[in-house]
């Protein structure tokens, strides 16, 4: 490894070039994902750099004092198996601590994964469709506002292995996206987001009570966007939320395994019909 090669923080503008390199490699990003990712944890975002230029990227966002999640892992494709990436993923690790650390790793490099201390349990897969004209009459399905924060805040802890204000905060009021709930007899049953891509617009989270709930946020969801290709990254420990999935016409196209360094968390995975992100949990 060159004496050049160093790891340090990424500003604001250093995680845009990352979703930018990860266009490059396929993935799909969000247009505004640069600014809700930052948002979540400024000091997780890592970057190896050769006499100067990135040349290895990768997140190491912390949420609590128990929970973190790993994702951005990306090194340019001249300087790989130099171990440049296993050098930031170990800044990386020591950054998150004593915490359990989960991923979403490329089913094909799980065994790497393994080998630095990650756990697979179960597969996160990707669907697609063509949205196709909103169907959406359900009068309990609306608009999330300002006023709704606490109450969608409230409703996601369960659904999540630790509280993330500040992600929620940037990822409800996103340019580019359509954020809904499900409110029936005065309460929140659900909720779901829309955010425009590269390709298209990805779905996450989509979290409900039931898969009726989710069914009709889904199509809440499509409003607007008729012909558009909708992405649904869908837990397949949740068989409701692969079946709905299924029913809606989507057509699995990509899998990743989620995994964890300290054991599964204990969260309500029967509420979750999309995950929120591959590269942030």
């Known amino acids: 490894m060159g004496g050049g090669y160093k790891i340090e923080r990424m500003s604001a503008a250093d995680v845009q070039t990352v979703i930018n390199w990860a266009g490059r490699e396929g993935w799909n990003a969000g247009i505004h994902d640069a600014s809700t990712f930052y948002a979540a944890d400024q000091n997780g975002f890592f970057k190896g750099t050769l006499d100067g230029e990135i040349v290895a990227t990768g997140s190491a966002v912390i949420y609590d004092d128990s929970f973190a999640f790993c994702g951005l892992y990306i090194v340019a494709p001249e300087h790989r198996g130099k171990g440049y990436g296993l050098e930031l993923t170990k800044a990386r690790l020591a950054y998150c601590g004593d915490r359990n650390v989960g991923i979403d790793g490329v089913l094909a490099n799980v065994p790497i994964y393994e080998q630095i201390g990650y756990v697979p349990y179960y597969e996160n897969n990707r669907f697609v469709r063509e949205a196709g004209a909103c169907r959406h009459t359900n009068k309990a399905v609306r608009p999330i506002t300002t006023a709704d924060f606490g109450a969608i805040q409230a409703y996601d802890r369960p659904c999540f292995p630790a509280p993330r204000e500040a992600f929620l905060k940037a990822w409800l009021t996103q340019s580019d996206s359509v954020a809904l709930c499900y409110e029936e007899d005065g309460g929140i049953k659900g909720y779901g987001v829309r955010r425009k891509c590269r390709v298209g617009h990805k779905i996450g989270p989509l979290f409900a009570d039931n898969a009726a709930i989710a069914e009709a946020l889904f199509e809440g969801l499509q409003e607007g966007v008729e012909g ?54």
């Open 228 to 281: 558009d290709q909708i992405i649904l990254d869908v837990p397949e420990v949740n068989k409701e939320a692969v079946r709905l999935a299924e029913a809606m016409g989507m057509e699995k196209i990509f899998a990743t395994a989620r995994m964890y360094q300290k054991g599964l968390p204990k969260i309500a995975y029967d509420r979750i019909f999309g995950v929120s992100t591959f590269e942030l949990g």
